[in-house]
């Protein structure tokens, strides 16, 4: 069983910065993509950005140029730096990964953490 744990959300003021982190524990043999997602009210859940174990990036139009996706490999953690973040960001983001086991691959969310950006 894997469990992803996010941190970092919460209230900020347009223009400022905010950092969500992701975990991901329990029996792990590799984690190819790790990402974010968002959920804003009334809306679908939408990609944000992802990263590959190599390093490659994909974002969504929307926060290119402002927000920036790491991650540790060696810590199977992944993080967002959220930067001039817009009210309309705000959202529940979620953390995704896709683990790889010997025959198979398989996805697993984050429970979510909400970022509230005012204006």
């Known amino acids: 069983q894997v469990q992803l744990v996010e941190s970092g959300g919460g209230l900020v003021q347009s223009g400022l910065s905010l950092r969500l982190s992701c975990a991901a524990s329990g029996t792990i043999l590799s984690v190819n993509v790790m990402g974010w997602y968002r959920q804003a009210p009334g809306k679908e859940r939408e990609l944000v950005a992802t990263m590959t174990r190599g390093g490659s990036t994909n974002y969504a139009d929307s926060v290119k140029g402002r927000f920036t996706i790491g991650r540790d490999n060696a810590r199977n953690s992944v993080y967002l730096e959220m930067n001039s973040p817009k009210p309309e960001d705000t959202a529940v983001y979620y953390c995704?990964?896709?683990?790889?086991?010997?025959?198979?691959?398989?996805?697993?969310w984050g429970k979510g953490t909400l970022v509230t950006v005012s204006s």
């Open positions: 995704n990964a896709n683990i790889r086991y010997s025959t198979y691959d398989m996805d697993y």
